[in-house]
T-cell receptor, first 109, second 116 residues
Framework: RKEVEQDPGPFNVPEGATVAFNCTYS??????FFWYRQDCRKEPKLLMS???SGNEDGRFTAQLNRASQYISLLIRDSKLSDSATYLC??????????FGRGTSLIVHP | ETGVTQTPRHLVMGMTNKKSLKCEQH?????MYWYKQSAKKPLELMFV???????ENNSVPSRFSPECPNSSHLFLHLHTLQPEDSALYLC???????????????FGAGTRLSVL
């Protein structure tokens, strides 16, 4: 079983839609969780950290479910510019984080 | 700008060439990383340095040779590469072991390598 699993997609949604991605992790000792965004042919950039109580940043909401070992990212009112690959990142006992393979989002007019 | 600079941005080399990729971070971080990302594939961790010591070598072929002279600089020396080594090579830095699990990585823009 892979340490961090994501549905690769692509998720194809119209502008204005709400879309959610899940990511599961296998290490129950994991302590830190992040979502990164990677545009085509560019480097990954931190989108947001994920806190135990859930957190929101504008149109983006991240949640953590420790019991089921998954994190989620909800994007409301999708924009064309949200089209990208969203990478789930999990930090376990080591300081070296583990990246998921990413979920591709395509927002169309 | 993330504070992590990679050069060159693009590199074309023959299989018999020797070249080096350079990464420099201006964030005061203690850990630096090399990743490989092939087309439409996930990130592959190659090497990790923490306080200038190599702590991870993810079964990378010896034709890739990393060097970390100090906490701010990281090199990847390349020799006798194969066409399948063509990929985007990304450097990242972070606080490393000093930050524990809350270890956010910042990436450079990458070097796009083509091996002919």
């Amino acid at each position: 079983r892979k340490e961090v699993e994501q549905d690769p997609g692509p998720f194809n949604v119209p502008e204005g839609a709400t879309v959610a991605f899940n990511c599961t992790y296998s290490n129950s000792a994991s302590q830190s969780f992040f979502w990164y965004r990677q545009d085509c042919r560019k480097e990954p950039k931190l989108l947001m950290s994920v806190y135990s109580s859930g957190n929101e940043d504008g149109r983006f909401t991240a949640q953590l479910n420790r019991a089921s070992q998954y994190i989620s990212l909800l994007i409301r009112d999708s924009k064309l510019s949200d089209s990208a690959t969203y990478l789930c990142v999990v930090g376990g006992g080591s300081y070296i984080p583990t990246f998921g393979r990413g979920t591709s989002l395509i927002v169309h007019p | 700008e993330t504070g992590v600079t990679q050069t060159p941005r693009h590199l074309v080399m023959g299989m018999t060439n020797k070249k080096s990729l350079k990464c420099e971070q201006h964030l005061g971080h203690n850990a630096m990383y090399w990743y490989k990302q092939s087309a439409k594939k996930p990130l592959e961790l190659m090497f990790v340095y923490n306080f200038k010591e190599q702590t991870e070598n993810n079964s990378v072929p010896s034709r890739f040779s990393p060097e970390c002279p100090n906490s701010s600089h990281l090199f990847l020396h390349l020799h006798t590469l194969q066409p399948e080594d063509s990929a985007l090579y990304l450097c990242a830095s972070s606080q490393g072991s000093a930050s524990g699990a809350k270890n956010i990585q910042y990436f450079g823009a990458g070097t796009r390598l083509s091996v002919l």
